[in-house]
């Protein structure tokens, strides 16, 4: 087992807090392993909606759910977002005699009726496969090729790694998506996605994949936010700064999980990958999604003026601005775009992130710092002091 701390304080946070916590993440990441640690009442506190035994015992799901005490897990929650309602009441007891641990595969739909029947009382975490923390650093090369999912990250091999997320496609788009309730052909979506992977990490055209596919471009933008949606891609909007230039108006999508790209881009083995000219923006791509997951920001943007200043990454915390460059070389120095970065967007740091061993500053604000020392972003977790 590999052992996930940080994301078991965080849900135990969470459900110090709040009455009702979500857990959601994609397919197979690991939300029903993870939620198990909290289960100290045993199963029958547990119900899996994807089960027709414990849909059997929530028949009557008020009385059965007002009779548990202590913490109730509900799985698969999108199967059955009519309980939603009855979480509201259940959780507005006076005393409260149980809180719920709740776990979905993040639909759309559940996100909003999630939020509008328990406004107030709801937390939501997002996790998604084991991060480079968990897994150890030693492990870079692997964890950047196979992703994060642990059946990805496990296999006995690359082959049989390739092999497994090969089979989790096929069935998130023959399964899942069906289930969701979207109605598209699976061959259609799984070239949409090989397309979005080939354009991973460039700004957003709908003109392309929808010329080719031979469907309009608003169905595309759909097939997007459908990706979006269920967790395998991110948008990155882009940052406007009232500057006067000419600045970029469309996402930048990336393939959130390195295996699943890989796997899209048909990269098969490190020999292939070694050399592939997608490795650059492979290595941004996972460097931004380590970055979500150590310090959630509030807010993330990219930055892109048309002559060519650019910030690959922007995090809004707490008030705070701080500014990424994802390089994959030895030893990066101090360019121009990074310091007009500085300047024109006002960041109180810029951290270069390198696969390097060694930090070092390049100017007062600017400092290279390596993949494996994302501890000190962790500042970006306390707000600064004395102002708001
Ligand atoms: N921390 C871990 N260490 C090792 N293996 C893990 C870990 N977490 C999950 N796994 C394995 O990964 C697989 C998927 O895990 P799990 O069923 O918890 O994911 P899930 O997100 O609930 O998936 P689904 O959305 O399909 O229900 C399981 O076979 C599980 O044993
Ligand atoms: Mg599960």
């Not at 997007?224 to 909007?237: I, K």
């Not at 230039?245 to 890989?262: E, F, M, N, S």
């Not at 120095?333 to 500085?342: C, E, N, Q, W």
Request: with cysteine.
């Amino acid at each position: 087992m590999i052992k996930r701390p940080r994301l078991i304080e965080q849900v135990r946070k969470a459900l110090r807090r709040s009455r009702v916590v979500a857990l959601l993440g994609p397919r197979q990441c690991g939300k029903t392993t993870l939620a198990r640690e909290f289960l100290s009442v045993g199963q029958k506190n547990y119900f899996d909606l994807e089960d027709t035994d414990d849909l059997l015992r929530l028949e009557d799901p008020k009385s059965e759910l007002a009779s548990l005490r202590g913490l109730i897990v509900i799985d698969e929650i999108q199967r059955k977002p009519d309980l939603f309602p009855l979480l509201r009441v259940l959780s507005d007891r006076k005393p409260l005699p149980s809180k719920f641990l709740i776990l979905g595969s993040a639909s759309p739909a559940l996100l909003r009726q999630c939020s509008e029947s328990l406004a107030g009382r709801i937390e939501t975490i997002s996790m998604s496969g084991f991060s480079l923390e968990e897994v150890a650093n030693r492990k870079l090369g692997d964890h950047w090729f196979r992703g994060g999912f642990p059946h990805s990250f496990l296999a006995a091999s690359n082959e049989s790694s390739f092999a497994w997320r090969k089979q989790f496609v096929q069935t998130f788009l023959e399964r899942d998506v069906p289930q969701m309730g979207l109605n598209i052909p699976a061959p259609i979506f799984r070239r949409f996605w090989a397309m979005l992977a080939h354009s991973h990490g460039q700004i957003w055209n709908a003109a392309d994949p929808a010329a080719s596919l031979g469907v309009s471009q608003p169905t595309v933008r759909k097939y997007l936010d459908y990706l979006d949606h269920l967790l395998m891609v991110r948008q990155l909007q882009p940052w406007h700064e009232n500057l006067g230039k000419r600045q970029v108006k469309a996402p930048k999508i990336y393939v959130r999980d390195t295996g699943l790209l890989h796997l899209l881009l048909g990269i098969r083995n490190k020999k292939e990958f070694q050399n592939h000219p997608k490795r650059g923006m492979s290595w941004e791509g996972y460097v931004i999604e380590e970055l979500f997951k150590r310090a959630q920001p509030d807010d993330a943007y990219f930055w892109a003026t048309h002559n060519r200043a650019e910030l690959d990454l922007l995090f809004l915390k707490n008030g705070r601005k701080i500014g990424f460059e994802i390089k994959l070389s030895d030893r990066p120095g101090l360019t121009p775009s990074m310091r007009i970065a500085v300047r024109d967007l006002k960041l109180e740091r810029l951290f270069v992130i390198y696969p390097g061993k060694n930090n070092y500053g390049l100017d007062k604000r600017t400092e290279v710092v390596s993949i494996f020392d994302l501890e000190k972003i962790n500042l970006l977790e306390h707000s600064r002091h004395g102002k708001r």
